[in-house]
């Protein structure tokens, strides 16, 4: 097969392929095709493209962006997509051989997750159950707030969740998770108590939405707008939110901080990692490990406050 005959094209394609065969997220396309366009803006500024592209080229573009000050993370990114690209049209027979194969990105720093402790996050959770505009908000807030700590999913799965996941007294949920992947995560009783309040209220709200001649949601925590539940958007504000009303600083919470955190108390609690990496719904095990990173910095940081062979010794007086 023939390569496309422009560079939009081979991009379309690639794109297009790796919605249809892989199942792409939206979010996974869209940085593929703005690092993809990059690459080929840079490209025709020095009068080549895709079809002519060789190691040397795919490096000098690496060694601009690193030039440009752009950080090693969005540098590995943008490799990351030539890569697949280069992959894509080395098996679809658009070349003869893949440029990219052998180079080596930059790396990224590992970075600890920040995360919470015990108390702070018991002090979100009350902070939910008193903030809202109405009954509705508050028991909705609490629900999210409880469903979040407990199963650790991520943002975007707890607020697209439908609602035929929570029928029939649920002990487990089936979530939706990266790459179309279904896992199921169990609910811890505050959880489950949370969900079914809301479930409640939930439904009566639907049913005067019915009543005057609305469709019903089919999600959980529905929303009027254009994706018809709750944005990621909106809930990364209410934890902001829910944080200054708990007194938790702001700067340190956001929804993946309540991800870390119940990853970290489950591995603080004796939980397996092999455990943990099926209820968080990692691909690979290495990626679960950091958290071993995290209580070892923090057992470290008990030690240094609290064991008297570490704390400064009085100087003697007279």
Same mark, same amino acid.
């Given at each position: 097969?023939?390569?496309p005959?422009? *560079? ?9 392929? !790796?919605?249809?065969?892989l199942?792409?997220?939206t979010?996974?396309l ?8 990059d ?7 020095? #009068? ?11 490096? +000098? ?7 440009l000050?752009l950080s ?11 890569? *697949?690209?280069?992959?894509f ?10 440029p +990219?194969? *052998?180079?080596?990105?930059p790396?990224?720093p #590992?970075?600890?997750?920040k ?8 002090r ?5 159950? #008193?903030? =809202? ?18 199963? =650790? ?11 035929s996941?929570?029928? =029939? ?7 939706l ?5 279904e ?24 049913? !005067?939405?019915?009543? #005057?001649?609305? !469709? ?9 707008g ?12 209410? @934890?902001?939110?829910?944080?200054v009303e ?6 340190? @919470? ?19 990692l092999?455990?943990i !990496?099926?209820l ?6 290495a ?9 070892d910095?923090?057992?470290?940081e ?16 007279g």
């Open positions: 097969m023939g390569a005959a422009s *560079q939009n094209l081979w991009i379309s394609t690639f794109l297009e392929a !790796q919605a249809a065969e199942g792409a997220a979010n996974t869209l940085a593929y095709g703005r690092d993809l366009k690459f080929a803006s840079w490209l025709e500024r020095r #009068k080549t493209d895709f079809d002519e592209v060789d190691r040397d080229k795919i490096e +000098a573009y690496l060694i601009d962006c690193d030039a000050g090693s993370s969005t540098r590995a990114r943008r490799l990351s997509a030539i890569k *697949q690209l280069y992959r049209a080395f098996e679809e027979g658009w070349r003869e051989s893949n +990219a194969i *052998q180079i080596k990105g790396g990224r #590992k970075r600890l997750p995360t919470l402790d015990v108390p702070e996050v018991d979100l959770l009350e902070a939910a159950r #008193k903030m =809202g505009r109405s009954t509705a908000d508050k028991v909705r807030n609490t629900c999210l707030m409880e469903l979040l700590y407990a199963t =650790g999913m991520r943002v975007t799965e707890l607020v697209s969740l439908p609602v996941s929570a029928r =029939g007294d649920p002990r487990m949920l089936l979530v998770g990266k790459g179309g992947k896992r199921m995560v169990p609910l811890s009783p505050p959880a489950l108590e949370a969900l079914s309040v809301w479930l409640e209220l939930r439904d009566e709200v639907e049913e !005067q939405v019915v009543a #005057k001649g609305g !469709q019903a949601s089919r999600f959980l925590f529905p929303s009027r254009k994706s018809g539940h709750l944005t990621r958007h909106r809930f990364f504000l209410l @934890v902001k939110e829910l944080a708990g007194g938790v600083s702001p700067e340190k @919470v956001t929804p993946h901080t309540l991800r870390h955190a119940f990853a970290t108390h489950l591995l603080a609690n004796g939980a397996d092999r455990s !990496q099926t968080l719904g990692h691909a690979d095990v990626t679960t490990e950091i958290y071993t990173h995290v209580l910095e923090r057992l470290s008990l030690v240094l406050e609290h064991h008297p062979l570490a704390k400064d010794e009085p100087s003697d007086k």
